[in-house]
C-alpha cells in the first residue's frame, strides 16, 4: 500500500523561504506522476508543481520563478523548495502521486487523476 507523509510546512514572513517533503513508501512503479496541490480556506485545491519519472516538471503560473520540485528517488522522497514565499501562498499543502501513465506535461493538473494523497501540511505566510 502507497503511503505518502507530508512535512517541512511553518510560519514565515513574506519573502522568506520553505522546504516540504513528502515520504513515500510501499510503492514499486517506475512509472509514476508526483505533484505538490495547496488549497486555501475557503478556495478549491489547486495544483502548484509536478514531476514525473522521467524528470519533466510543470509548475502553475502563480508559483514560476519562486517554487522547484525535485524528487530524490534514492530516499523515496518528493521536495517543493519554496522562495519568496507571498501571503496568498498560505494553504494547506498536500503531496500527490499518479501510476496511471500521467506526465508532467499533459494536463497533470486534474485531482481526479491522482492515486494517493498525503495528510497535509500548513503553510502561513505573514505580510
Known amino acids: ?11 514565515v514572513q513574506s ?3 520553505l522546504r516540504l517533503s513528502c515520504a513515500a513508501s510501499g510503492y514499486t512503479y517506475s512509472s509514476y506522476c508526483m505533484g505538490w496541490f495547496r488549497q486555501a480556506p475557503g478556495k ?3 495544483g502548484v508543481a509536478v ?5 519533466s516538471t510543470s509548475y502553475a ?6 517554487f522547484t520540485i ?7 522522497t518528493l521536495y517543493l523548495q519554496m522562495n519568496s514565499l507571498k ?12 501510476f496511471d501513465g500521467l506526465r508532467a506535461g499533459v ?9 494517493v494523497w498525503g495528510q497535509g501540511t500548513q503553510v502561513s505566510v505573514s505580510s
Open 1 to 11: 500500500q502507497v503511503q505518502l507523509v507530508a512535512s517541512g510546512g511553518g510560519s
Open 15 to 17: 519573502g522568506g523561504s
Open 44 to 46: 478549491e485545491r489547486e
Open 51 to 55: 514531476i514525473d519519472s522521467d524528470g
Open 61 to 66: 503560473d502563480s508559483v514560476k520563478g519562486r
Open 70 to 76: 525535485s524528487l530524490d528517488s534514492a530516499k523515496n
Open 87 to 98: 501571503p496568498e501562498d498560505t494553504a494547506m499543502y498536500f503531496c500527490a502521486a499518479a
Open 107 to 115: 494536463r497533470p493538473w486534474g485531482l481526479e487523476q491522482y492515486n
